[in-house]
């Protein structure tokens, strides 16, 4: 799905269905989720093999792959990355930092959130009247959940770049029917190239029941309006 999603982009791309049986972990890994269930220890197993045969694909050695602030993963040095699982589906992106400056994915399962006051709480009225109107003209796709997804991904996405807490309220997105959306950002911005960051842009995929939202910042974003 991401592959498919982000065929065009500079990144390496590595996704799965299933579980290996037996799924490695690092000591140091396997230390940060001992006290997890099993389903949080084979999720978390998971994502990072994806993520270290991703790296492999750039020549990047095995490396435990740990939460940082924020559950942040860090990364090699040198290494701009992603990471995002979801029921039935986990992946992971990497890239060279001399080719992308950040990136941010979600999957998230392609059905309406279990709660509908969840809304409320991360969109605006300007949000949910435009998620309104493309709930009468495309009423088979979910959404609520396409928008909780892309603030996740705007959020993966700025978090690297400032070190900052970025909350659903501070992002305001713009869903399009064709594949795309638009993240303004309400709060000020990271600097890049002496230029401060007005917002993101991403594109979305539903397909085998997930839903999933991604962001490539290039090194030199163009404005959001153009």
Not at 29 to 45: L, Q
């Amino acid at each position: 799905m991401l592959g498919t999603l982000l065929a065009a982009e500079p990144v390496t791309v590595v996704e799965t269905r299933e579980d290996p049986a037996d799924p490695f972990l690092f000591p140091e890994e396997a230390d940060a989720v001992a006290r997890a269930v099993d389903k949080r220890r084979r999720e978390f197993a998971t994502v990072r093999q994806c993520a270290r045969t991703a790296l492999a694909g750039l020549g990047v050695e095995p490396v435990p792959i740990l939460p940082g602030p924020r559950g942040a993963p860090r990364w090699p040095e040198g290494i701009v990355g992603s990471m995002t699982h979801c029921t039935g589906y986990r992946a992971a992106v990497v890239a060279r930092d001399s080719a992308v400056l950040s990136v941010g994915i979600d999957a998230e399962p392609a059905a309406p959130l279990a709660d509908a006051d969840v809304l409320n709480l991360i969109t605006d009225e300007t949000e949910r009247a435009a998620l309104a109107g493309l709930g009468v003209r495309h009423p088979d796709v979910p959404w609520d959940r396409l928008v909780f997804s892309a603030k996740e991904s705007v959020y993966k996405t700025w978090f690297p770049l400032t070190g900052r807490w970025l909350g659903f309220e501070d992002a305001r997105l713009d869903l399009a029917p064709d594949g795309t959306f638009a993240a303004t950002l309400l709060v000020p911005g990271p600097r890049v190239e002496g230029r401060e960051l007005t917002g993101f842009r991403g594109s979305w995929l539903i397909r085998d029941g997930i839903a999933v939202t991604a962001i490539v910042l290039p090194l030199t974003p163009p404005p959001l309006g153009t």
